[in-house]
């Protein structure tokens, strides 16, 4: 809801009306496909939220977002992979079929418009990996220089799963008028957080308002930003 308020102001200063922006989504679970049509109603948010298999059945095959919000299944290793092999969204490299963390960072590109953004969280893994053609899919997508922010977050953080995690910020047309072409911003939020209980973490508005400062301040291109040893790096990956 935040994210609506902050592209929908309405309030004629060039922002838009909530009515002026569309809404997509796709939900395989069908009580989870239930819970978010309800949530965008009780808001008054029209949204067309289909629900079915994004990899085998994509409901919105034409779609070209401007914003992507996503949180996938982590490492997800029966998604019928090996039935999509050509398939037209793998630009990168067919993902491994014991694997889906590739094919969804795919799907996602796959449906940005030429000056749209994604974020969204995957395991940890999805920084290193290289089984099965992993390495050279990540390769690929950072010399095409899409990437625009990764963020290294603290474990525990989801109460479905205790591995760490990290976001992915990609953009489209970062090497044609957008700041900082070629260089992607690197932050290490693992030690923010505090426990709530003996297994569960919790960010503070403190925690979220730093990192998302730092974010803004270095993709401004403006001098509030600045590496900071043990927590924020901006680096040029590809020449």
């Known amino acids: 809801m935040d994210f609506i308020r902050a592209h929908a102001t309405g309030n004629g200063n060039g922002g838009r009306a909530r009515g002026d922006i569309s809404i997509y989504g796709q939900e395989s679970n069908y009580t989870t496909w239930r819970l978010a049509r309800m949530n965008l109603a009780i808001r008054g948010i029209?949204?067309?939220?289909?629900?079915?298999?994004?990899?085998?059945?994509d409901r919105h095959p034409d779609l070209r977002a401007d914003y992507i919000l996503a949180n996938p299944p982590f490492n997800v290793s029966d998604w019928g992979g090996e039935r999509l092999r050509d398939d037209k969204r793998?630009?990168?490299?067919?993902?491994?079929?014991?694997?889906?963390?590739?094919?969804?960072v795919q799907h996602f590109l796959y449906h940005l418009?030429?000056?749209?953004?994604?974020g969204f969280v995957l395991a940890n893994g999805s920084m290193?990996?290289?089984?099965?053609?992993?390495?050279?899919?990540?390769?690929?997508?950072?010399?095409?220089?899409?990437?625009?922010?990764?963020?290294?977050?603290?474990?525990?953080?989801?109460?479905?799963?205790?591995?760490?995690?990290?976001?992915?910020?990609?953009?489209?047309?970062?090497?044609?008028?957008e700041s900082r072409p070629g260089e992607t911003l690197f932050i290490d939020a693992r030690k923010l957080g505090h426990m709530v209980d003996r297994t569960h973490r919790d960010l503070s508005a403190e925690d979220i308002t730093r990192i998302a400062d730092t974010y803004h301040a270095w993709r401004g291109g403006s001098g509030d930003y600045a590496d900071v040893p043990g927590f924020c790096k901006g680096n040029y990956i590809f020449d």
Do not use: M
């Open 113 to 118: 418009a030429p000056r749209g953004v994604a």
């Open 46 to 57: 029209e949204g067309q939220i289909a629900q079915g298999d994004s990899f085998h059945n």
């Open 128 to 177: 290193s990996s290289s089984q099965s053609g992993e390495g050279e899919i990540r390769k690929g997508i950072v010399e095409a220089g899409l990437v625009d922010c990764i963020i290294a977050l603290p474990g525990q953080l989801f109460r479905s799963t205790q591995i760490p995690a990290c976001l992915w910020f990609l953009r489209q047309g970062r090497n044609t008028g």
């Open 90 to 104: 793998w630009e990168y490299g067919a993902p491994p079929v014991g694997n889906a963390n590739f094919a969804w």
